[in-house]
């Protein structure tokens, strides 16, 4: 009964080195996959920190009502739209074996896709602000605007990092194909899903708040 | 139990050369020895502060050598101006809260022996360590320029309240850039042990040997990781509270300021703030940075302990138990802090309720180290004497805690001496002792020498009784209604008072003096030193099982497996009366 259960067990074991392109995952993986969950956790604590204080502030006889520029709606689907060109990029890549691809597989114009529609929602939330700049609301204008213009700046800073980890991620690809970290890889898409999940967590408080 | 891992790759080379080795090393070893180092200079940098402020205090005309040079406009002629005391009021809590409390025990320690406690050849992310200290000390900077700034250090204290810290010069001298220095200073602060948190759990988590299970950890070990769950939550709440505060004070924003705030006959312009928004954010850290200091403390207390006493503690696991216990309750309590705050009375006892429950795994820590005291062969050496020394302070500094919690006590004695009494000793001088015993105790491992045991039993009688001859009175002079803060006593009610500030003074001086004798000691065992042996305690954890001090790679390219928990004392072992933990000997008594 021992060895049966130990047979199936390796046999899981190989069943998932195999998916993961022969490589097993290792300590450090673990880690990795540990660490941006708990990276995760403490960014959520900070925009947590962020909305209790939107509420304690919206008490005040200051408090108006901002109305969101359109833009950031368009902005929202194309952040929505990276993360499933994401997913695609992630499923033709893992196809491969392991990360190991060439340039110009599907993969890698899914990649850039998503990196290009990440760009796109920077530039959006910049216009955004433009737009607001143009109606004289500025950051110290009245609390809501202070707020739209933190919480999304911050977001932003975060959606950057993100952006970061495609660029690492096309150069690895492009310039040195090769195994590529799984791990690395897969915490890319956890945490780039997160970045929309965040967002559109910030447009309601946004749209129902300020 | 949760998995461990048997293949604890290394992620990085050997380092070569000067810079790789011990500038910007990704060692985890050299990287808490950095932080050592870091929290040695604002150690000693906020105790000649305190100096200087409890000089002031009882000689206020005294004119200190050297002080001009410090500041011209602060101390002209060497005589301390009433806002320059602020300003090292300041100065001294924030270097001590962050600088000290928090890099000593835990980003030190942790960062040198937890991974090797647990079996890893270094942390999960050893650029992320990299970059957590120099980020630090890259506050440390920041902060430290307040002082060679024409604008001088702030005077708001180290919790710079709002509204005054919002508004910029209007509030006083260091409020335009020496408070801008002090917010971007802990922001940076904030980063890096964000970093360092997660560092640490994902190590905890993933890096442990084969064998490690999370109860056959070290409980200093537990320590750490509880610490850096923590400081996780605390760090990331402070971070946007800091950004929201330099918002305020550069961009012209209202979240902290209210209107009408009238400052250096000048209406502010803003409106609508919550200066108790702040207080809120800042207390909703401050208070889990009470256990970020002390928790490590009791971690690496009960290590020692263990081995001194020659036999586990009662309980290992209701030590870790309430240690949680506590960091999750951390997170209920900080409105205590603020019951003068003109908090609804219910609130009030909303936080004063688990403030007190607080108190409960608290004490079971107490009796916990005491029952297991009782009786026991006890090795009276430097380490062992802070380790107790840590429980007499953590008792009698904790005491005074159950008044403070109770809101209708607080209110009489929150502005007074009493508290700073007993926050001194139950956070400041309780997490020390646990510091100095945890350098008697490591030593030997980081550097292959003994530190002195004369000087360290010298410098332990000096520190502990010096302690007690400082904080102890600070507790009656509360009582009496001395208030905190003021930088003089001008009331005819203290006049009775001031030979007793006189003698905590000449008390601070002694002890004061006496930490040169630790300094010295480091410094001349560090290359004098008595050389020790491999496992000079006879201590059952992993550390003891590799040369010391230990190579780059910790355990030279073997991976440990672990068999047993690190509390086999007084027990028939091939080597004695303990067994380590990665030996597969079998234990009558089992773990």
């Known amino acids: 009964m021992a060895s049966t259960t130990a047979v199936t067990a390796q046999a899981e074991k190989l069943r998932q080195a195999a998916r993961r392109g022969g490589v097993a995952a290792t300590g450090a993986d673990r880690a990795s996959r540990s660490g941006i969950w708990v990276a995760m956790f403490a960014i959520t604590m900070s925009f947590m920190a962020f909305t209790s204080a939107l509420f304690v502030r919206e008490g005040s006889l200051d408090w108006g009502h901002l109305v969101l520029p359109s833009i950031v709606y368009w902005n929202t689907l194309a952040l929505l739209a990276s993360s499933g060109t994401f997913e695609l990029a992630r499923r033709r890549l893992e196809l491969v074996g392991g990360g190991r691809v060439q340039s110009g597989e599907p993969g890698i114009i899914w990649l850039v896709a998503t990196l290009a529609l990440g760009i796109a929602f920077c530039v959006g939330q910049y216009s955004a602000w433009q737009n607001l700049r143009a109606q004289g609301i500025y950051l110290a204008t009245n609390p809501n605007s202070s707020f739209f213009y933190v919480l999304t700046f911050i977001h932003v800073l975060h959606v950057v990092g993100g952006i970061s980890a495609f660029l690492y991620l096309l150069s690895r690809l492009a310039l040195r194909p090769g195994v590529l970290r799984r791990s690395f890889f897969e915490n890319t898409a956890i945490y780039w899903h997160f970045m929309g999940v965040l967002w559109l967590y910030l447009l309601l408080l946004c749209r129902t708040r300020l | 139990m949760a998995e461990t891992s048997a293949e604890p790759a290394h992620v990085h080379a050997p380092p070569e050369g000067f810079i790789r080795k011990h500038v910007f090393s990704l060692d985890h070893k050299v990287i808490g020895k950095q932080y050592y180092a870091l929290a040695l200079l604002a150690v000693f940098t906020g105790m000649i502060l305190s100096w200087l402020m409890r000089i002031h205090l009882v000689w206020p005309n005294a004119k200190i050598p050297g002080l001009e040079l410090l500041s011209k406009v602060g101390a002209p002629g060497g005589v301390m101006t009433p806002e320059y005391y602020l300003s090292l009021l300041t100065m001294h809590g924030t270097l001590m809260v962050f600088f000290v409390l928090t890099n000593a025990p835990f980003a030190a320690f942790g960062n040198y022996f937890l991974p090797i406690q647990i079996g890893a050849e270094d942390m999960a992310f050893p650029r992320f360590n990299m970059m957590s200290f120099w980020t630090t000390f890259a506050a440390w900077v920041v902060l430290m320029l307040a002082f060679v700034i024409p604008d001088g250090p702030p005077i708001a204290g180290w919790t710079e309240y709002t509204p005054l810290s919002a508004i910029g010069k209007d509030a006083g001298p260091g409020m335009e850039w020496g408070a801008s220095c002090w917010g971007i200073s802990i922001a940076l602060f904030c980063v890096a042990s964000l970093l360092s948190s ?80 702040w207080q809120h954010l800042f207390w909703f850290f401050g208070h889990p940075e009470v256990y970020i200091a002390i928790l490590p403390s009791m971690g690496i207390v009960s290590h020692i302990l263990i081995n001194s006493m020659r036999k586990p503690l009662l309980s290992a696991k209701v030590v870790i138990y309430s240690m949680m216990s506590i960091g999750f309750l951390s997170y209920m309590v900080w409105g205590h802090h603020m019951f003068l705050s003109g908090m609804n009375p219910m609130s009030a006892l909303a936080f004063s309720f688990p403030t007190l429950t607080i108190t409960i795994p608290a004490t079971i820590l107490t009796l916990i180290w005491l029952g297991s005291l009782y009786g026991a062969n006890l090795q009276i050496n430097s380490a062992s004497l802070f380790a107790i020394g840590f429980i007499s302070m953590f008792v009698s500094g904790g005491v005074s805690g159950f008044f403070l919690a109770q809101p209708s006590i607080d209110i009489y004695l929150h502005a007074t001496y009493f508290v700073v009494g007993h926050f001194h000793m139950v956070m400041g001088v309780a997490s020390l002792f646990g510091v100095f015993a945890g350098t008697y105790f490591w030593f030997p491992k980081m550097t292959g020498r003994y530190m002195s045991e004369g000087l360290g039993k010298l410098h332990f009688w000096i520190t502990f009784i010096g302690a007690y001859c400082i904080f102890m009175p600070f507790h009656y002079l509360g009582l009496i209604g001395n208030v905190r803060r003021y930088q003089s006593f001008v009331d005819d009610f203290m006049a009775p008072y001031i030979p007793l500030h006189k003698f905590i003074t000449i008390a601070a001086l002694i002890t004061g003096g006496a930490q040169f004798i630790f300094l010295f000691n480091l410094i001349y065992s560090r290359f004098w030193g008595k050389p020790a042996p491999q496992n000079p305690w006879n201590a059952t954890s992993l550390e003891w099982s590799i040369p010391s001090p230990p190579p780059w790679n910790n355990f030279g390219g073997r991976h440990p497996v672990v068999y047993h928990d690190p509390h086999q004392y007084g027990v028939k072992g091939g080597a004695g009366d303990f067994v380590m933990q990665d030996s597969p000997e079998v234990i009558a008594s089992g773990d």
């Open chain 2, 198 to 277: 997660l560092n640490f759990i994902a190590t905890t988590l993933d890096l442990r040997a084969k064998g490690m299970t999370l109860m056959r950890m070290p409980l200093c070990t537990w320590a750490w990781f509880i610490t850096s769950c923590i400081a996780l939550l605390a760090f990331a709440v402070l971070l946007p509270a800091c950004i929201l505060l330099m918002l305020d004070r550069h961009a012209g924003t209202s979240f902290f300021i209210p209107a009408g705030i009238v400052a250096s006959d000048r209406l502010q312009p803003h409106s609508g703030g919550s200066p108790l928004l």
